[in-house]
């Protein structure tokens, strides 16, 4: 034994040396790592250390919460999909005919304008308002469609629904199917008039919510929003039946009064009352306005008063803001990363941006409402990344919040790879690092 460790002494020594020097590498490497934590100059650089970001707007215009005739209403931003003004508007409410406006968006969708409609004895003998269809006789769908959106005629609306869905209770599926389609999760609908009506499952109902949420759809969103619009923007319309021509009027009135309303349906039952929802564009922006149990006679024109109460609410109370802050470069640690320096000693930082091609996010502020900006880093409880890391990976998200509202996600990418460091590396720096000392 003795023999033997005289004759491989230095080899032993050796060993001995290089296996004392990897772990005075790597007690060094992590006291250099707590040290580089805590610089002062990688704080504030650092992205999970940043405090959340705000955007107010101050102003000093005040604009009071309208106050309406309506039981239930709801304003609604188009192109951001939020509401901006709710009264009730999540209740369940008998909406008469503003039910008609899903009827004519699914009768676009399901058929051809140019279709020949027969009339059965169910549809003719609809109450009024009814253009007096007659059983038997056949009509062109583009006839009753104008009929039943400029006139509110009931048995028109019935003689489509017949057609489309084979009965109306086949409509009333499709009709049902949209709604659920396009979220409008507190909609069922029985008749396609919005006459009031009960089965064993509801009654008849709509939300102001979601009647904003289909005057959208119908105006903006659905491949047939040009026929739609062209129907219920013509202010009359005139055609031939047996009887003779025959007129229909618009009797939307702020097609004329205003210069911003672009589509819209009234309706009025016992139970429902004065109903509206209207589409508007002003000001480069899109909103709809949904009106429910807007009076009951004798006080027809409060639904007037309580449209452009709303509309002035929503020009001067909200605006379109820039949301978007321009972030800083950041930096997380990586584990056991080759550092830009190529010093063993120091940590190693990836860089990370927010990927996108636009520095635009207009979001509908109410005045003095801010947005708060979050950003999660998918890594481990320290914070930090596992070497290697690749540019253009995704290691977390940069988030915007009104309240508790997503507006927009951002995902945050590596803009420069670093690579992994292995042993052979780690031993040749640290044999030059001892080397360098043993000569001073």
């Known amino acids: 034994m003795i023999i033997?460790?005289?004759?491989?002494?230095?080899?032993?020594a050796l060993m001995v040396f290089v296996c004392v020097l990897v772990c005075t590498v790597s007690c060094l490497l992590d006291f250099k790592t707590l040290e580089k934590q805590k610089m002062p100059g990688l704080e504030k650089k650092s992205v999970f250390m940043a405090a959340e970001n705000t955007v107010a707007k101050n102003t000093d215009k005040a604009v009071n919460e309208p106050r309406l005739h309506a039981v239930s209403a709801a304003l609604y931003d188009a192109d951001d999909e939020t509401f901006i003004y709710g009264k009730n508007m999540r209740d369940s409410m008998a909406n008469a005919s503003t039910t008609k406006l899903l009827t004519c968006i699914v009768a676009l969708e399901k058929a051809d304008i140019n279709d020949t409609v027969t009339i059965s004895q169910n549809a003719a003998s609809q109450p009024e308002v009814k253009l007096g269809l007659v059983a038997g006789n056949s009509y062109n769908m583009k006839d009753l469609l104008y009929g039943m959106m400029l006139e509110s005629f009931n048995d028109c609306a019935y003689a489509i629904a017949e057609h489309v869905g084979g009965s109306t209770e086949g409509f009333a599926k499709l009709m049902n199917e949209k709604a659920n389609e396009i979220g409008c999760l507190g909609t069922y609908f029985i008749t396609p008039n919005g006459l009031d009506a009960e089965n064993d499952i509801s009654f008849h109902h709509s939300t102001a919510g979601d009647l904003c949420v289909i005057m959208s759809y119908c105006a903006w969103k659905s491949q047939k929003s040009t026929q739609f619009l062209e129907i219920t923007q013509t202010m009359q319309y005139t055609f031939e039946t047996e009887k003779g021509q025959m007129v229909f009027n618009n009797h939307n009135r702020l097609l004329t009064e205003t210069d911003y309303c672009i589509s819209g349906k009234t309706g009025f039952t016992t139970k429902a009352g004065y109903c509206y929802v209207a589409a508007v564009e002003k000001d480069g922006r899109r909103m709809c306005l949904s009106l429910l149990g807007c009076g009951w006679p004798n006080n027809k024109g409060y639904k007037w008063k309580d449209t452009k109460a709303l509309m002035e609410y929503g020009l001067q109370k909200y605006e379109y803001e820039n949301v978007f802050q321009k972030q800083d470069s950041s930096c997380i640690i990586v584990e056991n990363g080759i550092p830009e320096s190529d010093d063993i000693f120091d940590v190693a930082m990836?860089?990370?941006?927010?990927?996108?091609?636009?520095?635009?996010?207009?979001?509908?502020?109410?005045?003095?409402e801010t947005v708060d900006i979050k950003t999660d880093i998918k890594t481990d409880i320290k914070k930090t990344l596992k070497a290697p890391v690749q540019a253009g990976e995704t290691v977390g998200s940069v988030t915007y919040y009104l309240k508790d509202f997503k507006i927009k996600e951002y995902p945050l990418v590596i803009t420069k790879s670093v690579s992994q460091k292995t042993i052979y590396m780690?031993?040749?720096?640290?044999?030059?690092?001892?080397?360098?000392?043993?000569?001073?």
């Not at 780690?426 to 001073?440: D, E, G, P, S």
């Open 426 to 440: 780690v031993l040749t720096k640290a044999l030059c690092y001892v080397y360098v000392k043993i000569n001073q």
């Open 350 to 368: 990836a860089e990370t941006k927010i990927k996108t091609d636009t520095q635009e996010l207009p979001f509908l502020l109410k005045e003095g």
């Open 4 to 12: 033997f460790l005289r004759k491989y002494k230095s080899k032993i």
